[in-house]
């Protein structure tokens, strides 16, 4: 399998150049048939890889790919980092191996067969596409010290992708990414163990780098990714930033906990200020965003004053 997923990134690597290329110079540069070539862009595409094929012209990327160097990642990442061409769930392979880990070891990987976002929800995990990746962490206190960790987790992403150029980047409550104001990154956090002893942290992490117009079918909400920017960040680069931001956030967090990040998160709130509508499954309250408490909920000055709000089942929209 390695073997095979070695001449499937030489292929991508190969049509990264930004033209088409025939299926004689693919066959030609890697060694192998003609027949050999259309058969692994085949696998690519089954992987979520979209492949212009022309007839006379050869094959192109429809969008561009960036996949990780994992030598360079792995050299600069001081905890351990486990890294697959292809996985179920990075989060899933994380919560299985919790006794072997330490705070701040991760797992990446190219494609999800089984990717999950919040509620249950499916996360589209094309081949390459975007970063998928898991960072594990635990507290010694259980999980009442982890209240708010996903808001914190948003503040780190958010420092991490301004600080490579994104600009339109912000947080929606509680814990999505959005660039322009559709949603590009998803935070998913699983937890084990006690609720006043040690408790195991997985906090799974999904950016949208480039996405197809094929996988972007399967996607019912509004999306963005960074496809527009000038140049697409370089994965491996996101990943070593990201995995560096989170311990220093993660350690401050537990240190002074959610207080520490309140001015981080104001500021980077695209609701901030605004009037918005609270919906709490059949019902609703109205007033103007004013941030977060030192419990990670979001306080709303209403017409009574303001008032905290906290739950899974919250979402947000323009009042």
């Known amino acids: 399998m390695h073997?095979?997923?070695?001449?499937?990134?030489?292929?991508?690597?190969?049509?990264?150049?930004?033209h088409f290329v025939s299926g004689e110079a693919l066959a030609s540069e890697l060694g192998i048939s003609r027949a050999a070539v259309s058969k692994q862009v085949a696998n690519l595409e089954e992987f979520g890889v979209d492949i212009y094929s022309v007839k006379g012209k050869g094959y192109k990327l429809a969008t561009p790919?960036?996949?990780?160097?994992?030598?360079?990642?792995?050299?600069?990442?001081?905890?351990?980092?486990?890294y697959f061409n292809e996985i179920n769930s990075t989060n899933g392979f994380l919560l299985e191996h919790v006794k072997d880990l330490s705070s701040g070891d991760i797992c990446v990987a190219e494609y999800q067969s089984a990717g999950r976002g919040r509620r249950g929800r499916q996360w589209v995990s094309p081949y390459g596409c975007h970063l998928y990746t898991s960072f594990y962490w635990q507290f010694s206190q259980g999980m009442a010290q982890a209240m708010g960790l996903s808001l914190v987790v948003g503040c780190s992403l958010v420092t991490v992708l301004r600080s490579l150029g994104v600009d339109g980047i912000g947080v929606k409550w509680p814990n999505d990414i959005y660039?322009?104001?559709?949603?590009?990154?998803?935070?998913?956090?699983?937890?084990?163990?006690?609720?006043?002893?040690v408790c195991d942290l997985v906090i799974g992490i999904g950016i949208n780098l480039s996405m197809s117009p094929a996988q972007?079918?399967?996607?019912?909400?509004?999306?963005?990714?960074?496809?527009?920017?000038?140049?697409?960040?370089?994965k491996t680069e996101l990943m070593i930033a990201l995995?560096?931001?989170?311990?220093?956030?993660?350690?401050?967090?537990?240190?002074?906990?959610?207080?520490?990040?309140?001015?981080?998160?104001?500021?980077?709130?695209?609701?901030?200020?605004?009037?918005?509508?609270?919906?709490?499954?059949?019902?609703?309250?109205?007033?103007?965003?004013?941030?977060?408490?030192?419990?990670g909920a979001i306080l709303l000055k209403t017409e009574e004053g303001t008032k905290a709000f906290v739950g899974g089942e919250i979402s947000m929209r323009p009042a």
């Open 179 to 197: 660039l322009n104001h559709k949603k590009l990154a998803g935070i998913l956090i699983e937890m084990s163990g006690q609720a006043d002893s």
């Open 65 to 82: 790919i960036s996949l990780i160097d994992e030598a360079k990642l792995k050299t600069a990442i001081k905890n351990r980092c486990f």
């Open 243 to 295: 995995q560096q931001q989170l311990v220093t956030d993660l350690e401050l967090f537990q240190r002074q906990g959610l207080k520490a990040f309140q001015s981080r998160w104001r500021e980077a709130d695209l609701f901030d200020g605004e009037p918005i509508k609270l919906l709490m499954g059949e019902n609703s309250v109205e007033g103007i965003c004013c941030g977060i408490d030192e419990q």
């Open 216 to 234: 972007a079918d399967k996607i019912d909400q509004p999306w963005s990714d960074l496809s527009e920017l000038t140049q697409l960040p370089d």
């Open 3 to 18: 073997d095979q997923w070695a001449r499937r990134r030489d292929i991508i690597r190969l049509l990264s150049q930004g």
